[in-house]
């Protein structure tokens, strides 16, 4: 049941990881419009797109939002494993453990202040006041529901620690 359920979870993050990529893309052709705007006159249309900086900003933001979760379950996140290296196999899936434990209460910790924030947010009707004028929430809302997403891959990675060998885990390794 679990690895049914984990399946069906890798594909919502890949499909997460493919909405980051259409975001790039888009991001990718608003700043290459913006640049070709500001050097070539065209008529009827405005010498560049003055809200493209901070659009991309926005952008830059979602693409991280959306990609995360999916790295993290790829095992391509940053990772600085040279004492799981240097010690014994059986405590370095120890310290495999404690940094999940950890990872998992930070994202915990992160989903509800960030929740918080964007209800907070939302409530009192901030605006962020740039090119655009936009409610606040709506930069702050997607960090809970990621948070979530990264909390629960860390309990599949914890179940695939405990199914797995009593070592450190061989994804993102730096050392041979």
């Not at 990718?28 to 003055?50: C, E, H, S, W, Y």
Request: proline share 5%; glycine share 8%.
């Amino acid at each position: 049941m679990i690895d049914r359920v984990s399946s069906v979870y890798g594909r919502l993050l890949a499909g997460l990881a493919l909405v980051g990529c259409a975001v790039l893309m888009a991001m990718t052709i608003i700043i290459v419009a913006d640049v070709a705007l500001r050097n070539v006159a065209v008529p009827g249309l405005p010498r560049g797109l003055a809200w493209s900086n901070e659009i991309s900003e926005l952008m830059l933001y979602l693409i991280t939002m959306c990609v995360a979760p999916w790295l993290l379950r790829q095992g391509q996140h940053i990772r600085v494993d040279i004492l799981l290296q240097a010690v014994p196999r059986q405590l370095a899936w120890y310290f495999e453990w404690v940094g999940d434990v950890v990872g998992f209460a930070c994202c915990v910790v992160i989903a509800w202040y960030g929740a918080h924030a964007a209800w907070s947010s939302y409530v009192s009707g901030a605006v962020n006041i740039k090119t655009l004028v936009t409610p606040e929430w709506w930069g702050l809302a997607p960090l809970p529901f990621v948070f979530v997403l990264l909390a629960i891959e860390m309990i599949f990675r914890m179940v695939r620690l405990h199914r797995g060998e009593r070592g450190p885990r061989h994804d993102a390794v730096s050392a041979a």
